[in-house]
Nanobody, 128 residues
Framework: QVQLVESGGGSVQPGGSLRLSCTVSGFSLDSRSIGWFRQAPGKEREGLACITGRGGDGYYTDSVKGRFTASKDEAKNTVYLQMHSLQSEDTAVYYC?????????????????????WGQGAQVTVSS
């Protein structure tokens, strides 16, 4: 059974850093890519980053490129999202997800419909 569990959320001051974790079970990280999304109150879910199953290549949307980095530790079945230079607009619930369909080790477009399995989310609040 495919499962994803986020952790590491919390409150941080503007300009600060935070690292989210996504621990998976039911599959190996070399077989599936992992995407990171967020959803702020009243807004649509936004794709941020994806790391491929094979090779661990990272892809990022412009809004987080240079500030967020996705990585993984396959031995721990865990994917990370390191976030730097956080601002109030980064406040949201953050989700990790993995795609369904063929070639799941590749990163599909960062659209929520492309991902079939989701974690429960982790709240990140950036406030002074």
């Amino acid at each position: 059974q495919v499962q994803l569990v986020e952790s590491g959320g919390g409150s941080v001051q503007p300009g600060g850093s935070l690292r989210l974790s996504c621990t998976v079970s039911g599959f190996s990280l070399d077989s599936r890519s992992i995407g990171w999304f967020r959803q702020a109150p009243g807004k649509e879910r936004e794709g941020l980053a994806c790391i491929t199953g094979r090779g661990g290549d990272g892809y990022y949307t412009d809004s987080v490129k240079g500030r967020f980095t996705a990585s993984k530790d396959e031995a721990k079945n865990t994917v990370y999202l390191q976030m730097h230079s956080l601002q109030s607009e980064d406040t949201a619930v953050y989700y990790c997800a993995t795609p369904t369909g063929r070639f799941t080790y590749l990163c599909p477009p960062l659209q929520p419909d492309e991902y079939g399995y989701w974690g429960q989310g982790a709240q990140v609040t950036v406030s002074s």
